[in-house]
Antibody, heavy 118, light 113 residues
Framework: QVQLVQSGAEVKKPGASVKVSCKAS????????INWVRQATGQGLEWMGW????????GYAQKFQGRVTMTRNTSISTAYMELSSLRSEDTAVYYC???????????WGKGTTVTVSS | QSALTQPASVSGSPGQSITISCTGT?????????VSWYQQHPGKAPKLMIY???NRPSGVSNRFSGSKSGNTASLTISGLQAEDEADYYC?????????????FGGGTKLTVL
């Protein structure tokens, strides 16, 4: 079945970086964009950006420009999201989601909890 | 503060219909037919319920419908069922240069009485 399997929970110190992976299966990885959306505890959803696995093209929310990098390894159908210069406000669940466009995210990973704490 | 405004909570009894609103501006909801709705149960990932204002993905019950008028989009759930109790988020494309390409509403908690 179509699914996105994300890497496990991470605990990082302020100023560090985190890299979350998202492995696709059950469909052609390069046929759909991968988007990243995060959610702080008890808060709403926040879109971070998208990546086209075929071309590697990316588009980031202005808020994260300069701190986020989305990449992929097509040989293993895996997308990555790296967030640098972490601060406590980055503590959240990070989701990857596939979509034909960022407004049609039809398959989601289960989320990766990232905790930023000294 | 979210870019799109949703009521914090709505409620209804089983069998009833409810509507959740999502208000934006002409730079997002009002300017494009790119509004989506997501359902999220506690501790779970969001699920796409409506895209492009009023389209349902395969497998989503026809009890869920979407519409838009001006700068406000709406999600209507008819024949409320206990399993509909969840948080609902709207999402829209935005052309605002100071925001992301995609903005979400703050979410609405639906309680089935």
């Amino acid at each position: 079945q179509v699914q996105l399997v994300q890497s496990g929970a991470e605990v990082k110190k302020p100023g560090a970086s985190v890299k979350v992976s998202c492995k696709a299966s059950g469909y052609t990885f390069t046929s759909y964009d991968i988007n990243w959306v995060r959610q702080a505890t008890g808060q709403g959803l926040e879109w971070m950006g998208w990546m086209n696995p075929n071309s590697g093209n990316t588009g980031y929310a202005q808020k994260f420009q300069g701190r986020v990098t989305m990449t992929r390894n097509t040989s293993i159908s895996t997308a990555y999201m790296e967030l640098s210069s972490l601060r406590s406000e980055d503590t959240a669940v990070y989701y990857c989601a596939r979509g034909l466009n960022p407004l049609r995210l039809d398959v989601w990973g289960k989320g990766t909890t990232v905790t930023v704490s000294s | 503060q979210s870019a799109l405004t949703q009521p914090a909570s709505v409620s209804g009894s089983p069998g009833q219909s409810i509507t959740i609103s999502c208000t934006g501006t002409s730079s997002d909801v009002g300017g494009y037919n790119y509004v989506s709705w997501y359902q999220q149960h506690p501790g779970k990932a969001p699920k796409l319920m409506i895209y492009d204002v009023s389209n349902r993905p395969s497998g989503v019950s026809n009890r869920f419908s979407g519409s838009k008028s001006g700068n406000t989009a709406s999600l209507t759930i008819s024949g409320l069922q206990a399993e509909d109790e969840a948080d609902y988020y709207c999402s829209s494309y935005t052309s605002s240069s100071t925001l992301a390409h995609v903005v979400f509403g703050g979410g609405t908690k639906l309680t089935v009485l």
